[in-house]
């Protein structure tokens, strides 16, 4: 049995952090799907700008910027077909899990970042034009995404919440989650809204690796993973959630993102292999699911109680790191970084729209 097989029958979910229209002409997103347990997919404007830089696209951003489509507007479009498609492939295993998995993800604009009400629009935009149950729309979970999720949801909206680092982050996200849905069911609307919340791991080792003594290498990111993880299931347990769940809503799952192993020194699949639990999902790079399902180990399921998380914390703490702050502060870089990736992803198009009318 593969690691991913074994990943899988543990009860996480592996969805693949990629796409590009080539792996899905070539069949390779179904070969993923078949053999390596891959069971869902996300994507964001990184991955389609290193695609559309590749020439993949240059047909249809020719056909389409010839009809004049701005460079937004053709992203989204280039975006939904290929998304579309991958959707479609997800769509049995959305059916045989009655809704819980086989998602794939789109994101919004990150310059709308501080305008939920314009967010929440764009949010129903895109999901009524991508006409897809199984489609997910990537929001922030920043203070004003946080707005936008909790609207969004109440609108029926599913919601992929991104940029998630820490456990409060990752409570605060899901309040708003649970904000939408105990407005739904005071309107008697289905409950049953799907969400992810994403917190992202390997940024965490890769700010403080310089910073601290070598016995706490490649740690911290891990054990963030546990508190976010104790605050979950914790969540799970709550009066509050049971009486949703009583209600019929259904849970938002941790998603762990940014898996790949940043450090050379480290296992190539150390984020994979001590992070998984059951009722939980990880999106993994195509680079890695390669090598995990190759040669990946699975380790002992997360303990529920945050295992030696506080511990470790504390160690950090010694040396220097405030996690706290530091949760902050990649939250905000992170914010930059996408909207600087979506500024550079629409610079691109305008540029290879010109260049292949000329």
């Known amino acids: 049995m593969t690691a991913t097989e074994r990943l899988h029958e543990r009860g996480q979910s592996i969805w693949l952090d ?13 070969a993923y799907i078949d053999d390596y347990s891959v069971t869902g997919l996300t994507s964001n404007p990184s991955i389609f700008d290193k695609a559309m830089a590749a020439g993949g696209y240059d047909d249809a951003i020719r056909e389409k910027g010839a ?22 492939a997800f769509l049995p295993i959305h059916g ?64 992929n919440v991104t940029l ?20 739904r069911i005071e309107a008697q609307q289905d409950p ?6 994403s917190v992202f791991m390997s940024r965490w080792d890769v700010a403080v690796q310089d910073q601290v003594p070598p016995h706490l290498r490649d740690r911290l990111a891990l054990a963030i993973g546990l508190q976010v993880y104790r605050a979950y ?19 938002q799952r941790v998603l762990w993102a940014s898996t790949s192993t940043k450090d050379p020194k480290a296992p190539d699949d150390l984020y994979l292999q001590c992070l998984g639990a059951p009722f939980t ?52 870089d992170g914010a930059k970084s996408f909207v600087d990736s979506w500024n550079d992803l629409i610079a691109h198009i305008d540029e290879q729209s010109a260049a292949l009318r000329a």
């Open 164 to 183: 998630l680092f820490s456990a409060d982050q990752y409570a605060a996200a899901a309040d708003a989650y649970m904000r939408g849905i105990e407005r």
């Open 67 to 88: 009809r004049g489509t701005q460079p937004e507007a053709l992203f989204f479009e280039l975006a939904i077909e290929d998304l579309r498609r991958a959707a479609d």
């Open 192 to 197: 049953v809204v799907g969400s992810v919340a």
């Open 281 to 332: 999902v990880t999106t993994v790079p195509e680079a890695t699911l390669r090598a995990f399902h190759d040669h990946g180990h699975v380790g002992t399921p997360m303990p529920a109680d945050g295992g030696d998380s506080d511990a470790t914390l504390a160690d950090f703490t010694d040396a220097g790191v405030d996690p706290v702050a530091l949760a902050a502060k990649l939250q905000a």
């Open 233 to 251: 299931r914790e969540l799970m347990d709550s009066d509050r959630w049971q009486r949703l769940q009583n209600a019929g809503a259904r849970t």
């Open 96 to 159: 045989r899990t009655a809704g819980l998995d086989g998602w794939v993800s789109l994101e919004v604009s990150p310059l709308l970042a501080n305008d939920p009400d314009t967010t929440v629009e764009v949010a129903k935009e895109l999901h009524n034009q991508a006409a897809r149950p199984n489609l997910l729309i990537k929001i922030p979970g920043t203070k004003e995404g946080l707005l936008a999720i909790e609207e969004a949801i109440a609108s029926g909206v599913p919601v």
């Open 18 to 30: 990629n796409i590009t229209r080539q792996m899905l002409d070539s069949g390779q997103l179904q």
